[in-house]
């Protein structure tokens, strides 16, 4: 175990203890600057990075035009977390919660902002009456499931992932309460996925979308180093024959090359994956 660390009777903010995150991790809300958002010309104005949040938003927006619904045609720009631009005053008005993905949609008279991933995706599918159940049970188990995963994501990404990889420090406690949480959700989902071929029953839906952008990363072995092997994600075979389906969606091959530095740092038309090698697009090279 760790040297013992006695708490102060009241907590002060050292800005040299975040590890990886110091320059973004604050106490406190609010704009840092000033600076307005871009705004291209599609209905929806996606603000984000190529995280497993960030995919969400991409994947479901490339799954409804995959599906043929142009009306959901949208410009995804990057927010550069590392560089504070989550704290500019227009990223702020969109979410001022300072966190990726934010997105207005601009296909009515008035705009308005939708922050949260899972926000983002109730919104789009109830819009286009797409990836979400409109009756019950089908939909209560839909909204089940998505709700796991958004409450159950600080466990993999802000526990497992910076206690293992960004700390700077390692701490045996913290890296085993995370591990055994994080394996206690995969178990979760294989045993769901061992009954059902997605998590909300046969059909895929925005559950799935939620669900596989992050434990999608951590069984391929492209989240925090050597986690996949730490976390022994071989044990999952039936996430892993769920994670290689989505794998092949084009949708999704699409949704997780925008806002990265491994495919578009933005996307404005769909033409703009032709500028990417071939291979990507299907699905071909690891950790894209």
């Given amino acids: 175990m760790s040297e013992e660390y006695t708490p102060p009777k009241v907590w002060t903010w050292d800005k040299a203890n975040g590890g990886a995150f110091a320059s973004v991790n604050r106490p406190i809300a609010g704009p840092t600057h000033d600076k307005d958002l871009p705004v291209g010309e599609h209905p929806f104005q996606l603000y984000s990075l190529g995280t497993p949040n960030g995919q969400k938003a991409t994947i479901m927006l490339e799954e409804l035009l995959e599906a043929g619904v142009a009306e959901a045609e949208y410009d995804a720009w990057l927010i550069k977390i590392f560089d504070g631009d989550q704290f500019s005053s227009g990223f702020v008005d969109i979410n001022p919660n300072s966190k990726i993905p934010a997105m207005v949609d ?159 740092s933005e996307r404005h038309s769909a033409a703009d994956f032709d500028s990417l090698p071939p291979e990507k697009l299907k699905g071909i090279v690891k950790g894209f």
């Fill in 106 to 264: 601009r296909s009515g008279a008035e705009p308005f902002r939708i922050f949260e991933s899972g926000a983002i995706l109730m919104h789009l599918a109830e819009k286009f009456g797409m990836f979400l159940p409109t009756a019950n049970p089908a939909r209560a188990e839909c909204l089940s499931w998505l709700f796991w995963q958004i409450g159950s994501a600080p466990f993999i990404g802000g526990g497992f992932g910076h206690f293992y990889n960004y700390a700077p420090v390692k701490i045996e406690y913290a890296i085993d309460r995370y591990a055994m949480e994080t394996k206690r959700l995969f178990d979760v989902a294989n045993r769901r996925l061992a009954e059902s071929r997605f998590l909300a029953g046969d059909d895929y839906t925005i559950a799935d979308i939620a669900t596989y952008t992050w434990m999608g990363n951590l069984y391929r072995g492209e989240a925090y180093g050597e986690a996949a092997t730490f976390l022994s994600m071989h044990e999952y075979e039936h996430v892993g024959r769920w994670v290689g389906e989505i794998d092949q969606r084009p949708g999704v091959l699409r949704g997780r090359l925008v806002n990265s530095a491994k495919g578009l």
